[in-house]
């Protein structure tokens, strides 16, 4: 007697690994499948944004529960391949479950084949070439989701497979664990002993630590050194940046902390980052004596000599390093109340320099101002909120407070244009009795600002924050200064709140200063009555970003 189709067993199994939704663009045959087994569909305006989504829902909630977008065969898998390279830049575990042509048509031009196409933005990209390897496949898959660096992770079904028949005794499922390593005592040792014998040591702290649940630990070992802490852009959270050890977030735009503490570090303590060399990230000055705490050999000795490598699970090997600096000192250092009040102090004199635009009164608003008034009007403690690519990242990161785990969703290495707008539905539907806000810039929200309708036919009430200075201000004039001039190549135009309401959403156009806190104001209260939101200001175009040079 055969059982069900291959649809009907990855339904089942994604039932059994606890996934209630799953994204994606019609028509995919798994779809009727995940509904008659009560995983809920969410159809979106494009592949891109559901992605986003997905991407968002795994990163709030750690990778504890995966988010899944699943592609129509051809164009749908085609669209996909943006939101997903963004997935895989950032490390976060999402399941991709594309529909592919029947198995006697692989190979055939212009069928597109999505296991080959992704191979090189994926974790791991696989086919399912026999109806009875679904469960060993998807068992597979998950594994390779939870343990490891993390990534995205792909799985083709060609239509022949997804309408086979499996007989019942083959369907055998059994989730996989997630699993961890401690590191070599010895790498422990060392690290201890360096860090002991630091001057000035810094404490770098990246995703890492966000995806180990090691913020206790981040936040023992700094109390334990007393020593300053700062993190990378998608670390922003991992640290409470209301602690007396924080000096903040680093990224293009960054702190008067991070620059004073890191020039003065003789060790960097890396933990859970990758130090990697990029647009997004601080460079590490010369002269520095590097400890690198990971779980990803590969990004060891990648860009930078590391002197003290340890490999293994953050929040093991964080537990094991508390442990030997107990045995090596004997106990934890006092409090350095000097260095604290020097932070303090370095924090008041870095925001004095920026508050007259923090502030700023004058018309157009300065987005400064929006961020500024957004971030004091929210309770912080139950807010999500991230930030697009571009002016509002810069705007957003070094001054906005991030005190909880995944409070700030921090990204960087790709940017892809409208990536907050699906990040923000994503941890909506992870944690939806908190606030969640996202704030992007006119051109972003011309990219994906469509699928607020998918926010408001679903149900899902996030704040849009749309900084609209109508130009695309993140651009240097000074590299196109002819085209900028003869064709006006950085000027855009639109009312996104009237884009916004025509979708659905509770929206307001706010072009006064003084209107500033109270169009914030109501708009919270919208959201907390169910309604999606769009909130345009109408702004400048504020090209001063809080930069330092590092050497």
């Known amino acids: 007697m055969l059982f069900r189709s291959g649809v009907t067993a990855i339904a089942q199994i994604l039932r059994k690994e606890g996934v209630d939704f799953i994204g994606g663009v019609p028509y995919q045959p798994l779809l009727e499948a995940a509904a008659i087994a009560g995983i809920r569909p969410i159809i979106f305006r494009q592949e891109g944004t559901g992605i986003h989504m997905v991407d968002g829902y795994s990163r709030v909630t750690n990778g504890r529960r995966i988010g899944v977008f699943m592609m129509q065969n051809g164009p749908g898998a085609e669209n996909g391949f943006a939101g997903v390279a963004q997935a895989y830049a950032e490390s976060v575990p999402i399941l991709l479950l594309p529909a592919g042509f029947a198995r006697n048509r692989r190979g055939v031009h212009p069928n597109f084949n999505p296991t080959r196409s992704y191979e090189t933005i ?54 996989p664990p997630r699993l961890r390593q401690a590191a070599d ?3 422990i040792k060392q690290a201890a002993r360096v860090l002991l014998e630091a001057k000035n040591p810094i404490l770098h702290a990246g995703q890492g630590v966000l995806y180990a649940e090691a913020t206790d630990e981040l936040v023992q070992l700094a109390e334990f050194l007393q020593a300053p802490v700062m993190t990378t852009l998608p670390g922003k959270s991992a640290f409470p940046e209301n602690h007396p050890l924080s000096v903040g977030a680093s990224g293009p735009s960054t702190t008067l902390g991070v620059h004073r503490y890191l020039m003065r570090a003789d060790v960097v303590c890396g933990i859970g980052c990758s130090f990697t060399k990029t647009n997004f990230a601080v460079p590490i000055p010369a002269g520095k004596q590097l400890v690198h705490m990971t779980h990803d050999d590969d990004t060891l000795n990648k860009d930078y000599l590391c002197e003290v490598p340890v490999l293994g699970d953050v929040k093991l090997a964080l537990g094991q390093l508390l442990d030997e600096l107990r045995k090596q000192a004997g106990g934890a250092r006092p409090v350095n109340t000097a260095l604290q009040e020097e932070i303090r102090a370095t924090k008041a004199e870095w925001l004095a320099k920026w508050m007259p635009k923090l502030t700023a009164d004058s018309k157009p608003i300065n987005p400064y101002r929006v961020v500024w008034e957004l971030m004091h009007a929210v309770d912080l403690d139950r807010t999500i909120v991230t930030h697009e690519s571009g002016s509002a990242r810069e705007y957003m990161v070094p001054f906005w407070e991030a005190r909880a785990p995944r409070s700030f969703i921090g990204w960087g290495k790709s940017t892809q244009l409208g990536y907050s707008l699906g990040l923000a539905m994503g941890a909506k539907m992870a944690e939806p009795e908190k606030l969640v806000i996202n704030v992007m810039g006119d051109m972003a929200f011309s990219t994906v600002g469509l699928d607020i309708e998918t926010a408001v036919r679903c149900n899902i009430p996030i704040l ?16 196109f200064p002819v085209a900028l001039e003869k064709y006006g190549v950085k000027r855009l135009s639109g009312n996104f709140s009237d884009v916004a309401k025509a979708l659905g959403a509770h929206t307001e156009r706010v072009t006064e200063p003084q209107d500033i806190a109270l ?32 050497k």
């Open 519 to 550: 169009a914030i104001k109501r708009g919270i209260a919208a959201v907390e009555g169910g309604k999606v939101t769009v909130l345009e200001f109408v702004t400048c175009d504020e090209g001063a970003y809080s930069k330092f040079t590092f």
């Open 464 to 479: 849009t924050i749309v900084i609209n200075n109508s130009v695309m201000a993140i651009y240097d004039d000074k590299r």
């Open 122 to 175: 994926t974790k791991w990209s696989q086919e399912i070439n026999l109806v009875e390897r679904i469960p060993d496949l998807m068992r597979r898959a998950f594994a390779k989701l939870r343990s490891g660096r993390l990534g995205p992770v792909l799985l083709e079904i060609p239509q022949d497979i997804a309408l086979g028949e499996l007989k019942p005794e083959l369907f055998n499922y059994t989730s």
């Open 185 to 187: 005592p010895e790498a």
